[in-house]
């Protein structure tokens, strides 16, 4: 029962052995076959021979499926052929960094990514003609078809021996011969021994061979193919050739000796396959190592790595990688070869020569095919304010209304009084500049302003509606760094009062009135009768001295109009007492509210006049008046106050005892209410002394007046039970108000009361023991606040101010919204 089951086993794992590729036994199983009796070793034996010749039939009949995809190994060998080409570009990337010298892309070898994916297997479609010179052998299937007086078909196959067993014409020797000999023979003795048949011969199933894959294959062995194969067949089945494998000089040996040979290139480059001979059973295809590499980079259209079958010129090795491309500047090239003492060597090459082409390449030669220069000779640039910014042809002669000749070519927000004309002198790479006037151009001024242009010229127009020259500053600084003690900067600057101040080159022969033109102009609040030039100079290099010219801006003339010198600084003044439009609003009750214009110095009591005065409901005790420089001091008062509350706050809150923990939370609750406080910059008046002129005040633009009707109300805020507003009642004390708003809170500190007066002036209770009915005299309007007693926050030394200055501007932002 053992015997058996070990003869089950081992026929199950030979025929899967056998059903691989390579069809051979591994010495274990040749072992275990050995041991059997010899009867089970016999009908083992005859049962692996029907395995095989069934695995053979259905190799050669069945149609090609999806095979699995050999993916190339690439090993450390490998590796060093392609680092030996990829390190050739250092040298070039070392010694010239110009656009024209660098080639910075990775060489690899051509023609091997063809087998990229290959499949493991590989049996043609059974459908496709079989060629007249295919030689039959044992296992091919013969289809013959006789017709005539009667009609019979036969599928025979060739047998081991070599015969056909025809029915009634007998065994025909066919192995050898060739498929047209077969259908030759065949039809010839039906002909003669079947009176009245004729016949049809085909083919149908090919047999299945085996070869053998050796040299430097990506997997070597033997393999199973069809009998139609070809030598690329076989190099597709076995994975393809590894980088190290010849693609030139595939050998096909048969009985050892060579009898044909694959240049795989004349397929790539050609796309020839007359030398792909077709396979015989025992055939071995050997791949030799590769011979001579040359790279080649560049601007050719197929920059890699070529194998040299025999001694190839240059110029054959541009032709392989597909000539250059339209780019190439083959007058400038090299080639990078390995000395005779094992150093890299340059060999500068001109390949519009047919002597250079004829130089013969080496192995590990690299050859550079450089680019042409990306930079344009015959232009000059456009740049700024313009509808079509770019370069433009430029021709002997040409000059700015070549390039501008109208004024549509301008945007609307083009500056028409100041261009520049950017040049860089080819020798010393200097820059200099000229201005003109495009509005003097269009108007046909050509003399001083069609300026004539030389190659690589930048015309910039500048917008005149931005405060910067956008585009100036890069030509500023460049004119700066040109700076020597010999040749000082050429840049002079105007400030004060023009439309585009700052530093400008300076041309030659410019005056303070072209100076004037590159700013832009007075603005209106300029002095236009004088300005001053501060001037700059060297007392024979050892004293640096400046002193002031005045310039007459009245009456500029060709002999006061100053011509400008390095580092020259003109400041353009303001006219004197110069104001702008300012304003004051006057709301609520008087009798023409709106906006009112104010001159310089004006006052308050002036500003009501104007307006008609009081009506007869205004009370004016009870005036808001705010001021906007104020409202932004205060602003920045309270960001400060936040900070410092925060500081405390935190401050506090690392102390673990039951007061500061409740002081933290209370100034918590302050500290969000001052998030939300907006400053209201609230200006406190005695508006009746201002009438009648005692204490009157000179008003600023953005003041604000709001006039308020007699109040009726008496308010009470902070620590009370019910903060509310009664109806005031005449002959009630603060107290008394307290009272009504049901009293004290338990936090409250009744020593620090305050009363808020209509007007925004803030009383404090003077009561003490010595006078202890005193007090402050509530009216209408008044607020009473009833601040938190301090010592329960001892911690926050800001409380008192921070809740005192959030009351009364709350007060404020609240009197001015319910107005």
Known sequence: MKLLK??????????????????TLSPEQQAK???????????????????ESQQAAQNASQPIEQPEVVIPKTEATDLKIESEFESSTDLAEVEEKSEAKVIDKALEQFGYDLFAGSPTTFAPATEIPVPVDYVLGPGDQVRIQLFGKENISYDLYVSRDGILQVPELGPLPVAGQTFNELKTSIQQKVSEQMIGMQAFVSLGELRSM???????????????????????NALFVSGGIRPIGSLRNIQLKRSGEIVATLDLYDLLLNGDTSSDARLQPGDVIFVPPVGTLVGIAGEVRRPAIYELKEQNSIGSIVAMAGGFTARAFPSLSQIERISPKGLKELIDVDLNQSASLELQGQNGDTIRIYSSLDRVENFVRLEGAVERPGDYEWSEGQ???????????LLPEADLDYALV??????????????????????????????????????????????????????????????????????????????????????????ASDLLRAAGGFTEDAYTLQAELIRFEDN????????????????FSEQSDITLQEFDQVHVKRIPEWTEKESIILSGEVRFPGTYTIERGETLSRIIERAGGLTDLADPTSAI??????????????????????????????QSDALSLDSVDTAQSLLDQLENTEAVGRLVIDLPNVLTGEKDISVKDGDQLILKQQPQAVTIIGSVNYPTSHLYQGGLSQFDYIDLSGGLTRKADKKQIYVVKSNGEVRVDQRSRFFPKGGVSIEAGDTIVVPIDVDRVAPLKLWTTTSQIFYQIALGAAAINSF
């Not at 070990?6 to 069809?23: D, G, H």
């Not at 085996?210 to 690329?232: C, E, H, K, Q, W």
């Not at 000059?399 to 070519?409: P, Y």
């Open 6 to 23: 070990s003869f089950i086993l081992l026929i199950l794992s030979v025929c899967t052995a056998l059903s691989t590729q390579a069809q």
């Open 33 to 51: 076959l050995n041991s059997l009796p010899a009867p089970l070793r016999a009908q083992a034996i005859e049962e692996l021979r029907k395995f």
């Open 210 to 232: 085996r070869i053998f894959m050796l040299g430097d294959v990506n997997r070597p062995g033997a393999y199973t193919v069809s009998s139609l194969s070809t030598m690329t």
């Open 399 to 409: 000059r700015i209304s070549n390039i501008l000749t109208n004024i549509e070519q």
């Open 422 to 511: 950017v040049s860089r002198n080819p020798i010393t790479g200097d820059t200099s500049t000229r201005s003109f006037s495009l509005e003097k151009l269009f108007l046909g001024n050509q003399a001083e302003n069609d300026l004539e242009l030389e190659p690589k010229d930048r015309i910039l127009v500048f917008d005149g509606t931005t405060p910067n020259r956008e585009g100036l500053q890069p030509i500023i600084n460049q004119l700066k760094a040109q700076g020597t003690s010999e040749t000082p900067q050429k840049i002079v600057s105007i400030e004060g009062r023009v439309r585009h101040p700052g530093e400008y080159p300076l041309d030659r022969s410019m005056r």
């Open 540 to 555: 024979e290099k050892t004293v640096r001295d400046s002193f002031l010219i005045p310039v007459n801006l009245s009456q």
């Open 625 to 654: 008046f705010v001021r906007e420089s104020l409202r932004i001091q205060e602003a920045a008062n309270l960001q400060k106050l936040r900070e410092r509350l925060q500081s405390d706050i935190a401050a506090a809150s690392l």
